[in-house]
Nanobody, 115 residues
Framework: QVQLVESGGGLVQPGGSLRLSCVAS????????MGWYRQGPGKQRELVAV???????NYADSVKGRFTISRDNVKNTVYLQMNTLKPEDTAVYYC?????????WGQGTQVFVSA
């Protein structure tokens, strides 16, 4: 089973930036699809961004142009650079690993955007 550990969340003012990191255990990272999801207060979990093993990316419309997902296959780490943060970005952010349909999830990291 893949273990995922997120970090980098916190409190930030609107317009600010944060970078989330997710470190994966094991040797499947480089061939797994990695993603970031979030769950805001009273909302369902939603996809934020995903990156394939080859580096292709997709984003939710709400974060396009503001967030960037990237990966480092040497460090077994996936990142989410979040710029121009808005209060509606407040959520628990979860890292996801998918290998041949098998999903693993991190414990989540809280992002709170408020003045």
């Amino acid at each position: 089973q893949v273990q995922l550990v997120e970090s980098g969340g916190g409190l930030v003012q609107p317009g600010g930036s944060l970078r989330l990191s997710c470190v994966a255990s094991g040797n499947l990272f480089r061939i797994s699809v990695m993603g970031w999801y979030r769950q805001g207060p009273g909302k369902q979990r939603e996809l934020v961004a995903v990156i394939s093993s080859e580096g292709s990316t997709n984003y939710a419309d709400s974060v396009k142009g503001r967030f960037t997902i990237s990966r480092d296959n040497v460090k077994n780490t996936v990142y989410l650079q979040m710029n121009t943060l808005k209060p509606e970005d407040t959520a628990v952010y979860y890292c996801n690993s998918n290998y041949r349909g098998y999903d693993s999830w991190g414990q989540g990291t809280q992002v709170f955007v408020s003045a």
